[in-house]
Nanobody
Framework: QVQLVESGGGLVQAGGSLRLSCAAS????????MGWYRQAPGKQRELVAA???????KYPDSVKGRFTISRDNAKATVFLQMNSLKPEDTAVYYC???????????????WGQGTQVTVSS
């Protein structure tokens, strides 16, 4: 049974930082691409970072230079370091185990429960 458990969310002031973690079990983590998504109220879920099995990464322009995704295969954990946070980064953040092909991340239906990130102005 696949389990993805996110942690590290919270309330932070604009300009602050948070580090999210996602612990995975029930999957072959070292051969799984991983992605972080977020969903704000009334908006669609969007990809904010992805990492392939070789360490290749992908970010949308909205977070590029502020967010960094990394992975620790020994701990089957993926991280999202978020710096210079803005109020528009407020959302529930989810991790996903998917695939990464030709620079594109493809999500699957393997999701965590999400962790709330709130950035105050």
């Amino acid at each position: 049974q696949v389990q993805l458990v996110e942690s590290g969310g919270g309330l932070v002031q604009a300009g602050g930082s948070l580090r999210l973690s996602c612990a995975a079990s029930g999957i072959s983590f070292s051969i799984s691409a991983m992605g972080w998504y977020r969903q704000a109220p009334g908006k669609q879920r969007e990809l904010v970072a992805a990492i392939g099995i070789t360490g290749s990464t992908k970010y949308p322009d909205s977070v590029k230079g502020r967010f960094t995704i990394s992975r620790d295969n020994a701990k089957a954990t993926v991280f999202l370091q978020m710096n210079s946070l803005k109020p528009e980064d407020t959302a529930v953040y989810y991790c996903n185990a998917g695939s990464y092909v030709s620079g594109n991340y493809y999500s699957t239906n393997r999701w965590g429960q999400g962790t709330q990130v709130t950035v105050s102005s």
